[in-house]
């Protein structure tokens, strides 16, 4: 394997091929990083790499191991190592409550929520721990539903608090490898997503009501995620939380 320094960090980013990943792409690869483009859809990644020299797209499902080991091995080949990891790939997954979701739905979720996210993680430790100077950071995309649930969104909400003790037992294990994890728990910034659960139009309330709740803009949310990238290995990030100003988190429902 090829030890050679870049002259600028190096980032994996999942799910890079809409929202919230976008995003966090193109912002770092704006700031200085070299970025692995990670995604089901080739053509949407094109997208997001636009051109850029710095940007390397890899079409990758989270929930399949020998993608996930493509992905990292692709990044260690052009530049020889990885120093941060945004594990955001993510569906939200059926409306259903526990009564109603079927087996295959549950599992589907999991798959990508989850258990894509470890796959990752670990794939990133692996190489964290290989390169020279070891060490890197881990940014795990949570959701305030690690907080607080919304009506009918079961194995989203399961996922997304399970994403909070794999941030920490990362965090712990990675300790005396130089290694950081921490995790950023998202609330209504403008994505598909949150479309598709009519947050714009009206989104189920814990008292049945539907409501229209305030969104902000995506790339807002990503300056959160550099902000938590950009700090030095002598500082962790445990866990941050950004929201839309005004949305019904704190007091829910």
Request: charged fraction near 20%; include cysteine; glycine fraction near 12%.
């Amino acid at each position: 394997m090829n030890n050679a320094q870049p002259a600028g960090r190096v980032a994996v980013v999942t799910g890079a091929g809409s929202g919230i990943g976008r995003e966090v792409a193109r912002q770092m690869l704006a700031g200085g990083y070299r970025v692995a483009l990670a995604g089901r859809r080739e053509a949407q990644l094109q997208e997001t790499a636009d051109g850029h020299p710095d940007a390397l797209v890899v079409p990758c499902d989270v929930t399949r191991p020998d993608d996930v080991g493509r992905l990292f091995e692709a990044a260690w080949q052009q530049w020889g190592r990885v120093d941060v990891l945004f594990n955001n790939a993510g569906v939200f997954g059926p409306a259903a409550s526990v009564d109603e979701i079927s087996v295959d739905d549950w599992n589907a979720t999991v798959a990508v929520n989850l258990t894509g996210s470890m796959l990752c993680a670990a794939a990133a430790v692996r190489t964290m721990k290989e390169q020279e100077p070891r060490g890197g950071r881990i940014i795990n995309n949570g959701s305030i539903s690690a907080h607080s649930p919304r009506p009918r969104t079961v194995a989203y909400t399961v996922t997304k608090h399970a994403m909070t003790g794999l941030t920490k037992s990362i965090e712990l294990d990675g300790r005396g490898f130089g290694i950081t994890c921490g995790q950023i728990d998202i609330g209504n910034t403008a994505t598909d997503i949150m479309d598709a659960i009519g947050v714009g139009s009206g989104a189920l309330q814990a008292d049945g009501s539907r409501r229209v709740e305030p969104m902000f803009p995506v790339a807002d949310a990503a300056r959160a995620v550099l902000m938590m990238a950009d700090m030095p290995g002598t500082a962790s990030v445990g866990s941050v939380v950004v929201t839309a100003a005004g949305m019904p988190f704190v007091g829910r429902g």
